[in-house]
Protein backbone atom coordinates (compact mmCIF):
# COMPACT_ATOMS: atom_id res chain seq x y z
CA UNK A 1 0.00 0.00 0.00
CA UNK A 2 2.63 2.30 1.09
CA UNK A 3 5.68 4.14 -1.15
CA UNK A 4 8.54 3.17 1.31
CA UNK A 5 11.03 5.88 1.70
CA UNK A 6 13.70 3.09 3.72
CA UNK A 7 16.36 2.60 1.57
CA UNK A 8 15.90 -1.18 0.86
CA UNK A 9 12.45 -2.81 0.98
CA UNK A 10 10.53 -1.75 4.13
CA UNK A 11 11.51 -2.59 7.30
CA UNK A 12 9.20 -5.22 8.83
CA UNK A 13 6.99 -3.91 11.70
CA UNK A 14 5.71 -7.00 12.94
CA UNK A 15 7.39 -8.75 16.23
CA UNK A 16 6.77 -11.67 14.70
CA UNK A 17 9.65 -10.95 12.26
CA UNK A 18 12.49 -10.27 14.74
CA UNK A 19 15.73 -9.66 14.16
CA UNK A 20 18.96 -11.18 16.14
CA UNK A 21 19.05 -9.96 19.70
CA UNK A 22 20.18 -6.37 19.83
CA UNK A 23 19.64 -5.72 23.60
CA UNK A 24 17.28 -4.98 26.78
CA UNK A 25 15.37 -1.43 26.79
CA UNK A 26 13.02 0.76 28.67
CA UNK A 27 11.21 3.13 27.30
CA UNK A 28 9.80 5.91 29.49
CA UNK A 29 7.33 8.59 28.12
CA UNK A 30 6.05 5.33 26.71
CA UNK A 31 2.67 6.32 25.64
CA UNK A 32 0.72 4.10 23.41
CA UNK A 33 4.40 2.54 23.08
CA UNK A 34 5.58 3.50 19.34
CA UNK A 35 9.11 3.39 20.23
CA UNK A 36 8.80 -0.36 21.19
CA UNK A 37 7.05 -0.97 17.97
CA UNK A 38 9.90 0.69 16.02
CA UNK A 39 12.64 -1.28 17.80
CA UNK A 40 11.66 -4.47 18.55
CA UNK A 41 12.04 -5.82 15.33
CA UNK A 42 15.64 -4.65 14.95
CA UNK A 43 16.02 -7.03 18.05
CA UNK A 44 15.86 -4.97 21.19
CA UNK A 45 13.94 -6.34 23.93
CA UNK A 46 11.70 -4.01 25.71
CA UNK A 47 11.48 -5.19 29.73
CA UNK A 48 10.17 -1.94 31.18
CA UNK A 49 7.60 1.13 30.13
CA UNK A 50 6.51 3.73 31.85
CA UNK A 51 4.18 6.63 31.37
CA UNK A 52 1.73 8.23 33.94
CA UNK A 53 -1.68 8.25 30.77
CA UNK A 54 -3.95 5.62 31.63
CA UNK A 55 -5.92 5.91 28.17
CA UNK A 56 -2.44 5.17 26.57
CA UNK A 57 -1.44 2.35 29.15
CA UNK A 58 -4.89 1.28 27.82
CA UNK A 59 -3.84 1.15 23.58
CA UNK A 60 -0.36 0.03 25.14
CA UNK A 61 -2.12 -3.46 26.66
CA UNK A 62 -3.76 -3.94 23.76
CA UNK A 63 -1.25 -4.00 21.47
CA UNK A 64 1.75 -5.48 23.67
CA UNK A 65 0.36 -7.04 26.72
CA UNK A 66 0.14 -6.57 30.50
CA UNK A 67 3.76 -7.26 30.84
CA UNK A 68 5.92 -4.73 32.78
CA UNK A 69 3.97 -1.41 32.32
CA UNK A 70 4.20 0.66 35.37
CA UNK A 71 1.60 3.48 35.45
CA UNK A 72 2.94 6.73 37.12
CA UNK A 73 4.65 9.60 37.80
CA UNK A 74 7.98 9.73 36.80
CA UNK A 75 9.05 11.57 39.24
CA UNK A 76 8.31 8.87 41.89
CA UNK A 77 10.53 6.28 40.33
CA UNK A 78 13.70 5.35 40.92
CA UNK A 79 16.53 2.73 39.82
CA UNK A 80 15.07 -0.13 42.03
CA UNK A 81 11.97 0.38 40.48
CA UNK A 82 14.41 -1.28 36.79
CA UNK A 83 15.11 -4.53 35.54
CA UNK A 84 18.77 -4.74 35.63
CA UNK A 85 21.13 -5.07 32.37
CA UNK A 86 19.80 -2.14 30.33
CA UNK A 87 21.55 -1.82 27.19
CA UNK A 88 19.47 1.00 25.95
CA UNK A 89 16.80 3.39 27.47
CA UNK A 90 14.65 5.83 25.60
CA UNK A 91 12.83 9.32 26.92
CA UNK A 92 10.16 10.72 24.02
CA UNK A 93 9.30 13.19 26.60
CA UNK A 94 6.59 15.89 26.60
CA UNK A 95 6.92 19.02 24.70
CA UNK A 96 4.59 21.36 25.25
CA UNK A 97 7.21 23.67 27.13
CA UNK A 98 9.41 23.70 24.28
CA UNK A 99 7.07 23.71 21.09
CA UNK A 100 6.13 26.67 19.33
CA UNK A 101 2.48 26.95 20.41
CA UNK A 102 3.53 25.82 23.91
CA UNK A 103 4.45 28.58 26.93
CA UNK A 104 8.22 28.21 26.03
CA UNK A 105 8.74 27.24 29.86
CA UNK A 106 11.34 25.25 28.70
CA UNK A 107 12.82 22.43 30.80
CA UNK A 108 12.03 24.51 33.61
CA UNK A 109 8.60 23.85 32.91
CA UNK A 110 6.02 21.44 34.39
CA UNK A 111 5.86 18.66 30.92
CA UNK A 112 9.02 18.59 29.51
CA UNK A 113 10.75 19.44 32.95
CA UNK A 114 10.09 15.40 33.34
CA UNK A 115 13.77 15.23 31.86
CA UNK A 116 15.16 16.00 34.47
CA UNK A 117 14.17 12.96 37.00
CA UNK A 118 14.26 10.86 33.79
CA UNK A 119 18.10 11.76 33.83
CA UNK A 120 18.25 10.85 37.27
CA UNK A 121 16.95 7.76 36.70
CA UNK A 122 19.97 7.39 34.24
CA UNK A 123 22.46 9.06 36.46
CA UNK A 124 21.62 6.46 39.37
CA UNK A 125 22.26 3.68 36.99
CA UNK A 126 25.66 4.97 36.56
CA UNK A 127 26.24 5.38 40.10
CA UNK A 128 24.78 1.69 40.62
CA UNK A 129 27.65 0.45 38.19
CA UNK A 130 25.10 -0.18 35.36
CA UNK A 131 25.09 2.30 33.06
CA UNK A 132 23.01 2.00 29.88
CA UNK A 133 24.85 1.79 26.88
CA UNK A 134 22.73 4.02 24.62
CA UNK A 135 20.17 6.89 25.91
CA UNK A 136 17.87 8.06 23.52
CA UNK A 137 15.80 11.25 23.43
CA UNK A 138 12.99 13.09 21.12
CA UNK A 139 11.25 16.37 21.19
CA UNK A 140 10.54 19.10 19.36
CA UNK A 141 12.94 20.95 17.25
CA UNK A 142 12.41 23.84 19.55
CA UNK A 143 14.15 21.83 22.44
CA UNK A 144 17.69 23.35 20.24
CA UNK A 145 17.02 26.54 20.85
CA UNK A 146 15.14 26.47 24.02
CA UNK A 147 16.41 29.19 26.25
CA UNK A 148 18.79 30.31 24.30
CA UNK A 149 20.22 26.97 23.85
CA UNK A 150 20.87 26.83 27.74
CA UNK A 151 18.13 23.75 27.96
CA UNK A 152 19.75 21.58 25.44
CA UNK A 153 23.51 22.59 26.42
CA UNK A 154 22.15 21.74 30.22
CA UNK A 155 20.70 18.08 29.14
CA UNK A 156 24.57 17.34 27.24
CA UNK A 157 26.33 18.24 30.06
CA UNK A 158 24.18 15.53 32.56
CA UNK A 159 25.27 12.86 30.10
CA UNK A 160 28.65 14.01 29.79
CA UNK A 161 29.13 14.10 33.02
CA UNK A 162 28.38 10.27 33.52
CA UNK A 163 30.26 9.72 30.56
CA UNK A 164 28.16 9.58 27.53
CA UNK A 165 29.32 10.87 24.23
CA UNK A 166 26.39 12.96 22.45
CA UNK A 167 24.84 13.26 18.36
CA UNK A 168 22.83 15.75 17.98
CA UNK A 169 20.12 14.44 15.14
CA UNK A 170 17.46 16.23 13.15
CA UNK A 171 15.07 13.80 11.70
CA UNK A 172 11.38 14.17 10.03
CA UNK A 173 8.73 11.91 9.71
CA UNK A 174 8.39 13.03 5.68
CA UNK A 175 11.61 10.84 4.79
CA UNK A 176 9.41 7.75 5.97
CA UNK A 177 5.86 8.65 5.65
CA UNK A 178 3.26 11.38 4.51
CA UNK A 179 3.53 13.61 7.52
CA UNK A 180 5.82 16.46 8.16
CA UNK A 181 7.13 15.78 11.60
CA UNK A 182 10.63 17.43 12.23
CA UNK A 183 12.21 16.09 15.20
CA UNK A 184 15.34 16.51 17.29
CA UNK A 185 16.73 13.36 18.34
CA UNK A 186 20.21 13.54 21.36
CA UNK A 187 21.71 10.08 20.60
CA UNK A 188 24.14 9.20 23.23
CA UNK A 189 26.45 6.45 23.68
CA UNK A 190 28.51 5.32 26.78
CA UNK A 191 31.93 6.16 26.25
CA UNK A 192 33.62 2.69 27.28
CA UNK A 193 36.48 2.92 30.26
CA UNK A 194 36.71 6.64 29.87
CA UNK A 195 37.99 6.60 26.43
CA UNK A 196 38.72 8.87 23.81
CA UNK A 197 36.22 10.78 22.08
CA UNK A 198 36.45 12.41 18.74
CA UNK A 199 35.11 15.99 17.80
CA UNK A 200 32.16 16.20 15.52
CA UNK A 201 32.77 17.37 12.10
CA UNK A 202 31.57 20.90 11.35
CA UNK A 203 30.09 20.56 7.87
CA UNK A 204 26.06 20.52 7.72
CA UNK A 205 24.27 17.79 6.57
CA UNK A 206 20.54 16.69 6.37
CA UNK A 207 20.64 15.23 9.62
CA UNK A 208 22.85 17.89 11.64
CA UNK A 209 21.79 21.21 9.70
CA UNK A 210 23.68 24.61 10.27
CA UNK A 211 21.58 25.07 13.39
CA UNK A 212 23.07 21.90 14.74
CA UNK A 213 26.91 22.68 13.57
CA UNK A 214 26.16 26.15 14.96
CA UNK A 215 24.92 24.49 18.63
CA UNK A 216 28.00 22.51 18.48
CA UNK A 217 30.62 24.96 17.94
CA UNK A 218 28.62 27.14 21.02
CA UNK A 219 29.27 24.39 23.31
CA UNK A 220 32.98 22.93 22.10
CA UNK A 221 33.25 21.92 25.74
CA UNK A 222 30.59 19.19 25.29
CA UNK A 223 31.59 15.65 24.23
CA UNK A 224 29.50 16.04 20.35
CA UNK A 225 30.51 12.95 17.89
CA UNK A 226 28.97 12.15 14.63
CA UNK A 227 28.05 8.63 14.68
CA UNK A 228 28.19 6.30 12.00
CA UNK A 229 24.69 7.00 9.38
CA UNK A 230 24.33 7.02 6.56
CA UNK A 231 22.55 9.54 4.34
CA UNK A 232 18.41 9.81 5.45
CA UNK A 233 16.02 8.48 3.01
CA UNK A 234 15.08 10.49 0.38
CA UNK A 235 12.68 13.67 1.14
CA UNK A 236 8.67 12.58 0.78
CA UNK A 237 8.31 9.44 -1.21
CA UNK A 238 4.93 8.73 0.52
CA UNK A 239 1.68 10.39 -0.27
CA UNK A 240 -1.27 11.52 1.57
CA UNK A 241 -3.84 9.63 -0.31
CA UNK A 242 -1.80 6.58 0.09
CA UNK A 243 -2.83 6.60 4.27
CA UNK A 244 -6.59 7.47 3.52
CA UNK A 245 -9.54 5.30 4.66
CA UNK A 246 -12.24 4.95 2.03
CA UNK A 247 -15.22 5.83 4.21
CA UNK A 248 -18.64 5.42 2.89
CA UNK A 249 -20.57 8.58 1.63
CA UNK A 250 -23.16 8.21 4.15
CA UNK A 251 -20.62 7.73 6.99
CA UNK A 252 -21.56 9.96 9.84
CA UNK A 253 -17.66 11.87 10.28
CA UNK A 254 -18.19 13.37 7.29
CA UNK A 255 -19.56 17.24 7.65
CA UNK A 256 -22.56 18.44 6.32
CA UNK A 257 -22.87 19.84 3.34
CA UNK A 258 -23.72 23.03 4.54
CA UNK A 259 -20.93 23.25 7.03
CA UNK A 260 -18.51 22.55 4.19
CA UNK A 261 -20.22 25.56 2.45
CA UNK A 262 -20.12 27.81 4.79
CA UNK A 263 -15.90 27.23 5.94
CA UNK A 264 -14.84 27.04 2.35
CA UNK A 265 -16.97 30.57 2.00
CA UNK A 266 -15.17 31.81 4.80
CA UNK A 267 -11.22 31.13 3.94
CA UNK A 268 -8.70 33.17 2.89
CA UNK A 269 -8.24 33.31 -0.83
CA UNK A 270 -5.32 31.47 -0.69
CA UNK A 271 -6.35 28.35 0.76
CA UNK A 272 -9.91 28.34 -1.44
CA UNK A 273 -7.45 28.53 -4.57
CA UNK A 274 -6.05 25.65 -3.03
CA UNK A 275 -9.76 23.54 -2.59
CA UNK A 276 -10.15 24.79 -6.34
CA UNK A 277 -6.60 23.11 -6.91
CA UNK A 278 -7.69 19.96 -5.34
CA UNK A 279 -11.08 20.16 -7.41
CA UNK A 280 -8.76 20.28 -10.55
CA UNK A 281 -7.22 17.60 -9.64
CA UNK A 282 -4.00 18.39 -8.29
CA UNK A 283 -2.29 16.70 -5.55
CA UNK A 284 -4.43 13.87 -5.71
CA UNK A 285 -7.19 16.04 -5.31
CA UNK A 286 -6.80 15.68 -1.07
CA UNK A 287 -5.37 17.68 1.45
CA UNK A 288 -5.07 17.94 5.67
CA UNK A 289 -6.14 20.81 6.89
CA UNK A 290 -6.10 22.56 10.38
CA UNK A 291 -9.05 25.37 12.22
CA UNK A 292 -6.96 28.13 13.23
CA UNK A 293 -8.98 31.36 14.99
CA UNK A 294 -8.14 34.32 12.66
CA UNK A 295 -9.75 37.65 13.82
CA UNK A 296 -12.39 36.15 15.97
CA UNK A 297 -13.32 33.81 13.07
CA UNK A 298 -12.46 30.07 12.53
CA UNK A 299 -11.04 29.27 9.44
CA UNK A 300 -9.72 26.35 7.30
CA UNK A 301 -5.87 26.45 6.41
CA UNK A 302 -5.10 23.71 3.99
CA UNK A 303 -1.58 22.60 3.64
CA UNK A 304 0.14 22.96 -0.52
CA UNK A 305 2.06 19.97 -0.72
CA UNK A 306 0.95 15.99 -0.35
CA UNK A 307 1.47 15.52 3.32
CA UNK A 308 -0.15 15.81 6.19
CA UNK A 309 0.80 18.94 9.00
CA UNK A 310 2.27 17.91 12.71
CA UNK A 311 -0.10 15.24 14.03
CA UNK A 312 -1.09 16.41 17.70
CA UNK A 313 -2.63 15.59 20.65
CA UNK A 314 -6.12 16.82 20.55
CA UNK A 315 -6.32 19.27 23.30
CA UNK A 316 -9.26 21.87 22.03
CA UNK A 317 -10.56 21.20 18.36
CA UNK A 318 -7.55 23.50 16.76
CA UNK A 319 -5.67 20.50 16.98
CA UNK A 320 -7.49 18.12 15.14
CA UNK A 321 -6.23 17.58 11.61
CA UNK A 322 -9.01 17.57 9.33
CA UNK A 323 -9.16 15.75 5.53
CA UNK A 324 -10.70 18.25 2.59
CA UNK A 325 -11.47 15.37 -0.24
CA UNK A 326 -12.15 16.79 -3.47
CA UNK A 327 -12.47 13.29 -5.52
CA UNK A 328 -15.92 13.34 -5.54
CA UNK A 329 -15.98 16.48 -7.74
CA UNK A 330 -16.98 18.58 -4.86
CA UNK A 331 -14.98 19.65 -1.51
CA UNK A 332 -16.25 16.85 1.82
CA UNK A 333 -14.34 17.58 5.08
CA UNK A 334 -13.82 14.74 7.93
CA UNK A 335 -11.62 14.76 10.75
CA UNK A 336 -8.66 12.37 9.80
CA UNK A 337 -9.38 8.98 11.45
CA UNK A 338 -7.58 7.37 14.39
CA UNK A 339 -6.38 4.79 11.53
CA UNK A 340 -5.12 7.17 9.60
CA UNK A 341 -2.91 9.12 12.24
CA UNK A 342 -1.61 5.58 12.86
CA UNK A 343 -0.34 4.65 9.41
CA UNK A 344 0.92 8.69 8.96
CA UNK A 345 2.80 7.37 12.28
CA UNK A 346 3.88 4.02 10.66
CA UNK A 347 2.03 2.18 12.72
CA UNK A 348 -0.26 0.89 9.86
CA UNK A 349 -1.36 -2.13 11.84
CA UNK A 350 -1.63 -1.15 14.94
CA UNK A 351 -4.69 -2.64 16.51
CA UNK A 352 -6.89 0.26 17.26
CA UNK A 353 -10.01 -1.24 19.74
CA UNK A 354 -11.07 2.59 21.06
CA UNK A 355 -13.02 5.55 19.52
CA UNK A 356 -11.28 7.71 17.19
CA UNK A 357 -10.70 10.18 19.44
CA UNK A 358 -8.33 8.30 21.92
CA UNK A 359 -6.29 6.34 19.03
CA UNK A 360 -5.88 10.68 17.70
CA UNK A 361 -4.97 11.23 21.18
CA UNK A 362 -2.66 8.05 21.45
CA UNK A 363 -1.14 8.63 18.19
CA UNK A 364 -0.92 12.07 17.91
CA UNK A 365 1.32 12.50 21.08
CA UNK A 366 4.13 8.82 19.18
CA UNK A 367 6.81 8.73 17.41
CA UNK A 368 6.93 8.40 14.05
CA UNK A 369 7.89 4.71 13.79
CA UNK A 370 10.18 4.04 10.64
CA UNK A 371 11.90 7.37 12.12
CA UNK A 372 12.78 5.87 15.39
CA UNK A 373 13.45 2.43 13.25
CA UNK A 374 16.12 4.02 11.18
CA UNK A 375 17.64 6.21 13.39
CA UNK A 376 17.98 3.41 16.46
CA UNK A 377 19.05 0.66 13.32
CA UNK A 378 22.12 3.18 12.35
CA UNK A 379 23.14 5.07 15.59
CA UNK A 380 23.14 1.96 18.10
CA UNK A 381 23.65 -1.27 15.95
CA UNK A 382 25.87 -2.90 18.48
CA UNK A 383 28.64 -3.93 15.38
CA UNK A 384 30.30 -1.87 15.32
CA UNK A 385 29.34 0.49 18.32
CA UNK A 386 30.13 4.23 18.10
CA UNK A 387 32.19 4.71 14.72
CA UNK A 388 32.97 8.23 14.54
CA UNK A 389 34.69 10.59 11.99
CA UNK A 390 37.38 12.41 12.31
CA UNK A 391 39.68 10.44 14.10
CA UNK A 392 42.48 12.67 13.83
CA UNK A 393 40.70 15.16 15.91
CA UNK A 394 39.88 12.27 18.77
CA UNK A 395 40.93 13.08 22.57
CA UNK A 396 40.66 11.86 25.42
CA UNK A 397 38.46 13.12 28.57
CA UNK A 398 39.09 12.34 32.26
CA UNK A 399 37.01 10.56 33.58
CA UNK A 400 33.58 11.68 35.39
CA UNK A 401 33.58 13.13 38.55
CA UNK A 402 30.09 11.97 40.77
CA UNK A 403 29.28 15.34 42.40
CA UNK A 404 26.04 13.77 43.17
CA UNK A 405 23.67 11.55 46.10
CA UNK A 406 23.29 7.65 45.86
CA UNK A 407 21.30 6.15 43.54
CA UNK A 408 17.71 6.50 44.73
CA UNK A 409 16.31 2.68 45.06
CA UNK A 410 12.67 2.87 44.02
CA UNK A 411 9.28 4.10 44.11
CA UNK A 412 7.93 6.27 46.88
CA UNK A 413 11.36 7.63 47.31
CA UNK A 414 11.37 11.35 47.42
CA UNK A 415 13.71 12.31 45.21
CA UNK A 416 16.21 15.06 45.10
CA UNK A 417 18.05 16.43 42.09
CA UNK A 418 21.27 15.02 41.75
CA UNK A 419 22.91 18.21 40.53
CA UNK A 420 22.35 21.44 41.14
C1 LIG B 1 5.50 12.76 23.52
S1 LIG B 1 4.55 11.65 24.43
C2 LIG B 1 5.44 10.15 24.16
C3 LIG B 1 4.70 9.21 23.28
C4 LIG B 1 5.31 7.87 23.09
N1 LIG B 1 6.68 7.86 22.71
C5 LIG B 1 4.50 7.08 22.08
O1 LIG B 1 5.06 6.57 21.13
O2 LIG B 1 3.29 6.98 22.24
C6 LIG B 1 4.97 12.06 26.09
C7 LIG B 1 4.39 11.12 27.10
O3 LIG B 1 4.83 11.51 28.39
C8 LIG B 1 3.82 11.13 29.31
N2 LIG B 1 4.04 11.86 30.57
C9 LIG B 1 3.80 13.16 30.81
N3 LIG B 1 4.13 13.48 32.08
C10 LIG B 1 4.59 12.34 32.67
C11 LIG B 1 5.06 12.03 33.98
N4 LIG B 1 5.13 12.96 34.92
N5 LIG B 1 5.45 10.77 34.22
C12 LIG B 1 5.39 9.82 33.26
N6 LIG B 1 4.93 10.05 32.00
C13 LIG B 1 4.55 11.30 31.70
C14 LIG B 1 2.54 11.48 28.58
O4 LIG B 1 1.42 10.77 29.08
C15 LIG B 1 2.88 11.12 27.14
O5 LIG B 1 2.42 9.84 26.80
Redesign the pocket.
Known sequence: MFETAEEGPEEPTSTAAVAAPAGRFAEF???????REAIEPLGWKCVFA????PR?QEMYLRRFGDEHFLLG???NLGVGDLPPGLDLVTA????IDLSLAGNRAGLAGR?SG?IWPFLDIVTGLCVRGTPPSAVLLENVTGFLTSRGGADLAAVCRRLAAIDYIVDLLFVDARWFRPQSRPRLFVAAQQRESGGPWCRADSEPSRVRPAAIRRFEAAHAELPFVDLALPSPPAEALGRLVSVLEDLPPNDSRWWPEDRVDALVAEMAPQNRQRVNELLAGERDGVATMFRRRRNGRTVGELRPDRLAGCLRTPQGGSSVQFLVDCRPGAPRIRPLTGREYARLQGADSFPIEVNDRQARL?FG???CVQAVRWLVKHAFDPEPRAVLNAPESSRATPPAQFPYAPPTTGRGESQRPLFD
Open positions: FAGIGLVNDIAKDIHSFPCHTGDAV
